[in-house]
């Protein structure tokens, strides 16, 4: 969490900040309607959810993730999960193999014998610890196209670094601690339709850089940014910007309220998209933003599908970090903006969550449904800056034709995940849940304790009742390479009487690097489906195509999963080149 920022508030409380001793969720007379028809108006306080007769469930995966996962992102091929913390707080809850230390003063010999990176088993929950060096607090990442890691930033001396890890089971960290031209802490990695990656923002860091393609190079010269000293203010809201590749190959940025497309290979941004409304989004506001499902409905390469953002949660109020800081939180903002950024003149289109939410996690599941799991539903980000835990996951069908059944409230968890919570999406289709620690340092005694308990959230498709309906993907049934536009035929096992064409999607979706409420990289492309063979005994032949082009899907490694009335596969893992 960051240090207070440099210009405060004064010590008047407003009327509608609420100090922590109030009633959590009690109504409070004349509150203001910010920002109508944005904001957390009553006018959809009636909108029904549809029920269900099996609303997911969690469970309990591991009790000791070994660190508290700030970081997290599932590796391809690899069957584990990395999870990594900030190193500042030289302590943890594992220690690093056959009695390791790092350095961390020649002239006193003070050591850190305590591992801050791990690699979860998703089979077992058997850890493997990994040596770091540099600080990674609140840092970037995402995977190159051979499927290993980039990090970027963090804090003090890991602020300029670019690390390496190779896929397991070469995984060990390689660190460059000034590979990168500015300081970035709390800043967002994309990569781009030409396999580059872009790192964009962090404090005090108005600008952006594109990551060395050569390991061990260093950049010695940002490009200035002036749109993110624009949406500065005074308790910044700009942090961890929302950055997706647009199918165009421009890069849509998204901080506060304001967005924009930025051209990668001229440097100038060539859109500036509307404002949106209600409130401020970025960190420390600290709203969730997704790419909704890119469905390819052509083989033309040169045709740019639909892109739609979606931005949800925040804060109504400007200074939601500073008051927080005094022990009065805000309610976190309960709506959501959804824009068609390919569209020429696009305009924000308002839904509401069930809830408000601030500190939230939204993955895309293989259905091309949007999980929004984990945060509170006060305050800001930071150091215990928050209140009342939002336990509740809500399910998002963004293709719903109305409004009742766009958002469903699932089964609740247990187990606050505030500040540094992480969600990442898992081949079997679960989305396994970790991290929270709002305290300086690993504190057991705290009001939300410093969380070392992995969860496995099965989503409503694993219902017990339609168990015997999931389809499989038989063994080598899937290729795994593919290239594109190619014409590819994966091979399923259905245990259905009556199938139609129209009942199949096949998804491709890219593992995010998750942290503080951004998942960055996060995309999820339908395919085009061609046709669905009985080929006999409960099995077909599913043929569809390969994404026509990088912008579409750029090169790497995805999960592919082939649904049938709204059940997936596992994923298998392809590699898309």
Known sequence: PPPPPPFRRGGVRPRHARPDRARPGRARPGQPKFGNPFGNPDDFKGDKLPNDDFLGKFELFTDNSGVCAMHAIVLPNCDHVLMYDATIWRISKILLPNGQCRVLNETTGEKDCYAHSVLLNLKNADLIPLELHTDTWCSSGGLTVDGNLISTGGFQG??????????????????????????????????????????????????????????????????????????????????????????????????????????????????????????????????????????????????????????????????????????????????????????????????????????GDMVILPTGEVLIVNGAQRGASGWGFARDPNLTPVLFNYKSPDKAHLFRELAPTTIPRMYHSTAVVLPEGKVLIAGSNTNNGYIYDAMYPTELRVEKFSPPYFSPSRADKKPKIVDGGCPKTMTYGQQVTIKIELNEKKVFL????????????????????????????????????????????????????????????????????????????
Request: include cysteine; aromatic fraction near 10%.
């Open 502 to 577: 129209k009942n199949f999607k096949v998804t491709m979706y890219v593992p995010a690097f998750t942290t503080h409420g951004v998942a960055m990289n996060q995309r999820l492309v339908k395919l085009l489906v061609k046709d669905a063979v009985n080929v006999g005994e409960g099995r077909y032949d599913v043929t569809c195509m390969a994404p026509p082009s990088s912008a579409v899907a750029p090169e790497g490694y995805f999960m592919l999963s082939v649904v049938h009335n709204m059940l997936p596969t596992e994923a298998v893992w392809v590699q898309l080149k």
């Open 158 to 359: 890991g602020a300029n670094t670019v690390r390496h890890l190779d896929n397991c089971p070469k995984s060990v960290w390689r660190e460059y601690p000034s590979a990168l031209a500015a300081p970035r802490w709390y800043s967002t990695q994309a990569q781009l339709a030409d396999g580059r990656m872009i790192v964009i923002g962090g404090r005090a860091a108005q600008s952006f850089e594109y990551i060395p393609q050569q390991e061990g190079t260093s950049n010695t010269k940002p490009f200035f940014f002036d749109f993110l000293q624009q949406t500065t203010d005074p308790d910044e809201n700009n942090l961890y910007p929302f950055v997706f590749l647009s199918p165009d190959k421009n890069v849509f940025v998204f901080a506060n309220n304001r967005s924009v497309l930025l051209n990668p290979n001229t440097n100038a941004v060539v859109k500036e998209f509307p404002v949106l409304p209600g409130g401020h989004r970025n960190y420390p506001a600290s709203g969730m933003a997704v790419l909704l499902p890119l469905e390819v409905k052509t083989e033309d390469p040169n045709e740019v599908p639909d892109a739609e953002v979606l931005v949800c949660g925040g804060s109504a109020h400007i200074d939601s970090y500073t008051l927080a800081s005094k022990n009065m939180f805000y309610e976190a903002l309960q709506d959501c903006g959804r824009l068609k950024i390919t569209r020429p003149n696009p305009n924000w289109r308002r839904e509401l969550m069930p809830t408000s939410r601030v500190m």
